[in-house]
């Protein structure tokens, strides 16, 4: 075995896998296809792109993601850290600059001596070391091939999508406002106001308007938690009066009443010169975009930074093929990591690539692991649900309370569910910061450990 690990994507998952391998001292292979080569998601060379929304979800701890997120920051997490570093006003959600973001990361992997990156595309999985697959559910090609050959599965996939971004200055601020649902942080949303003949025909023309061909899309597998607005629509009139439509927590000041629906749009820069439509992924034709968009009151002139896009995401049957400690159980040299993996969205595809590397490192140093994955904490839940070999019909999942253990107390009166979801937070941020001392442990050997 050689004196190095392979990591191959420099994704999230990637990105956090590399750099904790080097702190634990071990010489990273990073193999990354761009510049050489980009999948229709990308924009940037830069690593830990994010290709959809650059919010990374709720902050509180009452919220399984906000949970995740500061499980991770205790345990030194390069994507947390720069998730920091590059925040920008989102009301109670972490939203990013995202050029900002990806910089950070790319700096902090290429600025450490212990990785070597590696640019080009991958298409065999390598065998001269221990070696973690993260290419994401963007991964095509030859490597796609001999990954599904080693593994025996038919194609696992869904359909995700971004929705688009509009240049600030092109917004009519006349018929837009600025404000947080209910109220909640400073006015860090545009919101777009719609009365209800408004939004009647935007909805007609939105179920009919011309969608892009997405090779496989007729099956209409799509990722719920990030469906094309237009799939939402076709469900029903009021389903997006439901959703990203939703009007409630919003006064319209030009009426002083609540909306019949809104369209909320985020901050993508911190320049404050880009802003996205929130909860409006798509596969409409580009023109189709711009014309149905453009009946949005304050949208009617929006010049476009980014149109939205569907692409198709990739993953394995994990419980059939995956350990806790996200080895291949044909393989325990062999470990996945991200969305790949079964695991939906920005944080929990972080908190793989983590898992992955504290696991490998053990692996390397021929060390028995002393963190167990169980359902005490969300990123152990994660690692057990795409695991767990009594799952039949396989699907991926995000981060939410609902896969934590039970506490074993019931919860009762009018803050029932608010305390028992900072019970949970607190169970797990105690067992959370156990694993930073075993951690940090392993940490501190590397001056004696490296090869």
């Not at 007729?218 to 939402?232: L, N, R, T, Y």
């Amino acid at each position: 075995m050689q004196n190095y690990v392979n990591v191959i994507g420099a994704g999230l998952a990637g990105s956090e896998a590399a750099y904790q391998l080097a702190l634990f001292g071990i010489n990273v292979h990073l193999y990354e296809m761009k510049p050489v080569k980009r999948s229709e998601a990308h924009h940037s060379d830069d690593f830990g792109e994010l290709v959809c929304s650059n919010s990374l979800k709720a902050e509180s701890l009452e919220n399984a993601t906000g949970l995740l997120k500061e499980e991770m920051r205790r345990l030194g997490s390069l994507i947390m850290e720069a998730a920091d570093n590059s925040k920008i006003p989102a009301g109670g959600a972490l939203a990013v600059d995202r050029n900002e973001f990806s910089q950070y990361i790319t700096k902090a992997i290429k600025n450490n001596p212990l990785i070597e990156v590696i640019e080009g595309e991958v298409n065999d999985i390598p065998d001269d070391a221990i070696t973690i697959i993260a290419t994401g559910p963007l991964t095509d090609g030859e490597l796609y091939d001999n990954i599904f050959k080693m593994l025996g599965d038919q194609d696992l996939h869904f359909f995700d999508a971004a929705a688009p971004i509009v240049t600030y200055e092109s917004i009519d601020m006349t018929k837009a406002f600025k404000a947080s649902r209910y109220g909640k942080g400073s006015d860090d949303y545009i919101n777009c106001p719609m009365n209800k003949e408004e939004y009647l025909n935007f909805y007609k023309e939105l179920i009919s308007a011309e969608r892009a061909d997405v090779k496989g899309f007729d099956k209409e597998v799509v990722f719920e938690g990030c469906m094309p607005i237009e799939v939402m629509a076709s469900r029903g009139e009021d389903t997006m009066r439901f959703g990203p439509l939703k009007p409630v927590g919003l006064v319209d000041p030009r009426t002083g009443e609540e909306p019949y629906a809104c369209l909320q749009l985020r901050q993508d820069d911190r320049a404050t010169s880009m802003f996205n439509l929130v909860g409006f992924q798509t596969r409409l034709k580009f023109p189709e975009q711009k014309r149905v968009f453009g009946m949005i009151p304050g949208l009617e002139n929006a010049e476009y930074y980014r149109m939205g896009v569907m692409h198709r995401n990739t993953y394995i049957n994990s419980p059939k093929h995956l350990n806790s400690d996200y080895s291949l159980r044909s393989n325990p040299n062999i470990f996945f990591a991200g969305q790949i993996t079964g695991v939906e969205g920005y944080i929990p595809s972080t908190c793989s690539g983590f898992m992955a590397s504290y696991f490998a490192a053990n692996r390397f140093y021929g060390f028995t692991p002393k963190i167990v994955p169980d359902n005490t904490t969300v990123m152990g839940a994660l690692a057990c649900y795409i695991s767990d070999k009594n799952v039949t019909k396989f699907q991926p999942m995000n981060a939410n309370l609902g896969i934590l253990g039970s506490l074993g107390v019931k919860f009762k009166g009018k803050t029932a569910k608010k305390d028992k979801a900072n019970a949970l937070a607190e169970r797990s941020l105690n067992v959370i910061d156990d694993w930073c001392n075993i951690v940090e442990e392993l940490r501190d050997k590397r001056g004696d450990l490296i090869v």
